[in-house]
């Protein structure tokens, strides 16, 4: 299974952005060392798993510790050893939703085109969905861009990094 693995850094100065290399990887917690070698004094690291236009898994670690986890579907744990030890440890529920919460429906923008369930049925999202909250993507939204259909994991990463201020940053890292 090919994957791409784009970790981002914020530093003084605005955002940094290498590619990182997980073969090899034995569990998460060396995933999160090479996260943090990529800027080890960052205030905020954020690594992006993109796999084969399917899954997509999203690190993050605040000043180097406290690693949260999301990822787009479980069954990735299923489909290769990476996606194993990313995220075989996770539960298979997601958080970010309050207890007794349904998943909403996407916001439709006032057009005529139905709303879609902000979780695809197929999918079985885990970790934290509120990993990007306080950057500006909520849950439900995390959540409505990893189900909305047609979108790829390169296409949602690429939504968050244009939120983040990022986005140019991960876009070179492709184009290499």
Do not use: N
């Not at 007794?100 to 079985?124: I, K, N």
């Not at 409505?144 to 986005?167: F, K, N």
């Amino acid at each position: 299974m090919s994957y791409f693995a784009a970790a981002v850094a914020r530093v003084e100065g605005g955002w940094t952005a290498e590619e990182v290399d997980l073969r090899g990887v034995a569990d998460i917690d060396e995933v999160a060392d090479r996260l943090r070698d990529v800027e080890p004094d960052a205030d905020l690291s954020l690594l992006f798993v993109e796999a084969d236009d399917t899954y997509l898994v999203i690190l993050r670690l605040d000043d180097g510790e406290d690693l949260r986890v999301f990822g787009s579907d479980s069954a990735y744990a299923e489909e290769s050893r990476l996606g194993a030890v990313l995220v075989g440890d996770l539960k298979t529920s997601v958080t970010g939703l309050e207890e007794g919460d349904e998943a909403r429906p996407a916001a439709s923008g006032g057009d005529d085109e139905t709303e879609q369930p902000a979780v695809d049925p197929e999918a079985d999202p885990v970790g934290d969905a509120d990993i990007l909250a306080d950057l500006g993507i909520s849950a439900q939204k995390l959540l409505a861009l990893c189900s909305h259909e047609g979108m790829l994991p390169a296409d949602v990463t690429a939504e968050i990094c244009q939120v983040l201020g990022c986005a140019d940053e991960v876009e070179e890292l492709r184009e290499v």
